[in-house]
């Protein structure tokens, strides 16, 4: 029989994509004066992986990948996500976005990121957000699944990710430790 426990906190991630380079900064400022500071903001990335999103906003993509201080709560990801979904309207001109915002989060098993476009391999969180288990932590590396988006397969993404997981496992040892310490006393 198993035995039902919390779920280990886990580390939020977000990508934002857009042809505005000046538009990046101010929707980093949202999501950090929501969700914490950040404590990772890439470099400016060119994204030529696909030209879904060139008819709404343009050519010539850019992303910035940021993760945040605080680790979340896994359940809490549909509301980011709903909110992210705020900021994209906030922004857009008309009914084209100027921004596209992904949040996720990298636990110690997978890199997950929140969807509302639902699909075989995509299971219903809530609010109209599904979950996308993009990557798979096996074998000391990320791993891609046959429905990972060519972007997040190529190794220079993988070796960010990894990263970020690394800092995240510091954080998770942290965070179990404080909660001994609580425990004790």
Do not use: C
Request: hydrophobic share 35%; charged share 25%.
């Amino acid at each position: 029989m198993s035995i039902l426990q919390q779920p280990d906190p886990v580390k939020l991630v977000a990508s934002l994509l857009s042809t505005e380079r000046d538009l990046i900064p101010g929707v980093i400022g949202a999501l950090a004066e929501r969700y914490g500071k950040t404590d990772y903001v890439s470099s400016i990335l060119h994204f030529d992986f696909t030209t879904y999103y060139r008819k709404e906003m343009g050519p010539d993509l850019v992303r910035r990948f940021i993760t945040f201080e605080t680790l979340i709560h896994p359940a809490d990801l549909p509301d980011i996500k709903m909110f992210t979904a705020e900021l994209e309207q906030q922004s857009a001109t008309g009914m084209k976005r100027r921004i596209n915002i992904d949040p996720g989060y990298i636990s110690t098993g997978h890199l997950l990121l929140a969807t509302g476009k639902p699909y075989a391999h995509r299971p219903y969180l809530r609010n109209g957000v599904y979950a996308d288990v993009t990557l798979i932590y096996r074998d000391m590396s990320f791993r891609p699944q046959e429905w990972t988006y060519p972007d997040y397969r190529e190794q220079s993404m993988i070796d960010m990710l990894a990263g970020i997981r690394k800092k995240y496992l510091k954080q998770l040892a942290a965070a179990r430790k404080e909660k001994e310490t609580e425990t004790a006393e």
